[in-house]
T-cell receptor, first 111, second 112 residues
């Protein structure tokens, strides 16, 4: 079946550090999104990025669709960055009209 | 509205009772999705609506689950004869045909 694998599963950072989260997917995609779920459960859409690179403040994302992976960069991390980061994909060939979510990266940023 | 609105925010129900969850999408968003998230788990797809097309119900876990949406407006997710394993946060999202999803704050359902 369609797979979305995220790494690392857990990450602890000191405030101010940088990090890279990875998302591998098993098929071609036409829709790749990154979300942040804060400790209160709210899901926030960070990027809609089926290909290329986008930046939003301290966050940026790159998707290389031909190699079936996406990266989320967090620079100068802050405690408010804590939570779970999900990537999700919608494929060209399988999975229907829905995003399939990865299992997430649990990030904790400490002072 | 400015965002996706879900109600109620919390629901406690007795096993065997029916519950109805509501989602009000962003105005103009033609696509609407329901997901379920159990404690500490990822998001599990339930159902997808796109305009007036037939919904994609492939994620509904049993025939106790159903959902409706009229046109591009409010959607309701109904769970009949609730079971304890139905306890979860039910999340609704909407989007344009192409673009990012916007999620609501969810309904936390507890079946006792």
């Amino acid at each position: 079946g369609i797979q979305v694998e995220q790494s690392p599963p857990d990450l602890i950072l000191q405030e101010g550090a940088n990090s890279t989260l990875r998302c591998n997917f098993s098929d071609s995609v036409n829709n790749l999104q990154w979300f942040h779920q804060n400790p209160w459960g709210q899901l926030i859409n960070l990027f809609y990025i089926p290909s290329g690179t986008k930046q939003n403040g301290r966050l940026s994302a790159t998707t290389v669709a031909t190699e079936r992976y996406s990266l989320l960069y967090i620079s100068s991390s802050q405690t408010t960055d804590s939570g779970v980061y999900f990537c999700a994909r919608q494929g060209l060939t399988g999975g229907g009209n829905k995003l399939t979510f990865g299992t997430g990266t649990q990030l904790k940023v400490e002072l | 509205g400015a965002g996706v609105s879900q109600s109620p925010s919390n629901k406690v129900t007795e096993k065997g009772k029916d519950v109805e969850l509501r989602c009000d999408p962003i105005s103009g968003h033609t696509a609407l999705y329901w997901y379920r998230q159990r404690l500490g788990q990822g998001l599990e797809f339930l159902i997808y609506f796109q305009g007036n097309s037939a919904p994609d119900k492939s994620g509904l876990p049993s025939d106790r689950f159903s959902a409706e949406r009229t046109g591009e407006s409010v959607s309701t997710l109904t769970i009949q004869r609730t079971q304890q394993e139905d306890s979860a946060v039910y999340l609704c999202a909407s989007s344009l045909i192409v673009g990012g999803y916007t999620f609501g704050s969810g309904t936390r359902l507890t079946v006792v």
